[in-house]
């Protein structure tokens, strides 16, 4: 285990939870779809994936 | 699980381990953690799954049976595999991304020198079935301001289904204020106030949506865009299938700057179009527009030999040499020849681009 030990250094990888979406959606001109309700069973930090912009950090 | 000697090994399918110049990483996508392994651990992961732990060794003639059962521990601890008698019903998991939208996410610059309409270009959004949006203020905003944008989406049943707000620190925005609209329109995502006395993140209220952050850095113009930041990693599945073959960033991204030019990012200087001129389809059918869409990190130098590389998001508006488009982002401060990470401004072979750009230290409010 030492070696492993080593090599990690703990990135503050704070962010990322599991995330459950409860959405209730509905067609618009059945084209597009909107959100008429969000509710969350997790912390959901980022709602993109990923940063759209990376203008500043925690 | 234990580690069993004699059952063959596979590796869970959403644990990808990534090599690099120096060492390597497994990237778990399902609970979003990295673990980092030294190459010898990635090359036997490649080399032997599939295979017993006993085979291994007898493969190395049982010279390091010490370091290849510490190996296996580490993996069984961290759940990364499992053993089984029938690794062949386990395939691996499709490293395919694919989206139904061409435009994924966009941001949208407000500044003082031009003033556009910004419910036509969420209109515009909504048309082109655009799902994240971040706006970017560059000014003072008052709070209604904010709730007439908000309350706009709800009227159109906008596609958009997460917007976040950067926006310079005010007293107007009242903690309880901000988390009353967060609450009372889902699509909230966050409020992002910078130049702000203190330091702090407020997570969402009664498990809903919606966060705020206060950051004491000075965001003068789109110049302070393009970090790269372990605290930007994004580890999910998302995002490392999207960076095999795409660009990070740019990828279904869409931009207004605060002229109203339509761009790949506000940062860049390469406009395509203009919010009161052109519609975001016409911008769309400029086949140079998507230029930058497939430059993934395999083909980006130094970032090709990093083992973040498919979790990092990418920046193409700032890189080290400016003249290559595959530079490395001039922001990142890791090196991962060394596995060391400095500051990316003190650098003095970065000073050039540096320049170039006309970037400014970055400020903070102590």
């Known amino acids: 285990m030492d070696q492993i030990k080593k090599l990690q250094p703990v990135l503050p990888l704070t962010f990322q939870k599991a995330e459950i979406q409860k959405n209730r959606i509905f067609k618009q001109q059945n084209k597009t779809i909107a959100i008429d309700y969000i509710d969350t069973d997790a912390m959901t930090p980022y709602s993109f994936y990923r940063p759209i912009s990376k203008i500043f950090t925690l | 699980m234990k580690v069993e000697q004699e059952t063959p090994f596979k590796l869970i399918a959403n644990c990808i381990p990534v090599k ?54 580490f993996l069984i601890e961290h759940e990364f595999i499992f053993f089984t008698a029938t690794p062949e019903l386990f395939p691996k998991m499709s490293m395919e991304w694919q989206s139904p939208n061409e435009i994924t996410n966009a941001i949208i610059d407000i500044g003082r020198s031009y003033k556009y309409d910004i419910f036509k270009v969420l209109d515009g959004l ?91 850095q000075v965001l ?63 911008v769309l059918e400029n086949k140079n527009y998507k ?31 400016p003249k290559n488009t595959f530079s490395k982002p001039l922001k990142c401060g890791y090196d991962p020849y060394e596995n060391t990470w400095e500051d990316w401004d003190k650098n003095p072979l970065k000073q050039e681009a540096i320049n170039y750009y006309g970037l400014e230290p970055t400020e903070s409010i102590s």
Request: aromatic fraction near 12%.
């Open chain 2, 20 to 73: 690099g110049a120096k060492r390597s990483s497994i990237c778990d996508l399902h609970r979003g953690s990295i673990q980092l392994i030294p190459n010898d651990l990635y090359e036997l992961i490649k080399k032997h799954e599939g295979n017993t732990i006993i085979e291994i060794k007898k493969e190395y003639n049982h010279k390091y049976d010490t370091v290849i059962d510490e190996y296996f521990e």
């Open chain 2, 126 to 216: 909504t048309n082109m079935n655009c799902k994240h949006v971040e706006l970017r203020f560059f000014r003072k905003i008052d709070f209604d301001e904010i709730e007439t944008t908000v309350k706009h989406l709800n009227t159109i049943k906008s596609s958009v289904l997460s917007i976040d707000f950067t926006i310079p620190f005010s007293k107007d925005f009242d903690k309880k204020k901000v988390q009353d609209l967060m609450y009372n329109f889902p699509r909230v995502s966050s409020f992002r106030f910078y130049s702000a006395p203190e330091k702090k993140f407020i997570p969402p209220i009664d498990n809903k949506r919606g966060y705020i952050i206060y950051s004491n």
């Open chain 2, 220 to 282: 003068k113009n789109v110049k302070c865009c393009g970090l790269i930041d372990p605290g930007l990693f994004s580890v999910n599945i998302k995002t490392f299938t999207e960076s095999l073959k795409h660009n990070s960033c740019l990828n279904g991204k869409i931009s207004i700057d605060i002229d109203g030019n339509i761009k790949n990012c506000p940062s860049m200087k390469k406009s395509f179009g203009h919010i009161d001129k052109n519609t975001f389809e016409e």
């Open chain 2, 291 to 321: 230029e930058y869409w497939s430059i993934n990190k395999n083909q980006i130098e130094t970032c090709k030999d990093c083992e973040f590389r498919y979790i990092c998001t990418d920046c193409r508006a700032y890189v080290e040499t």
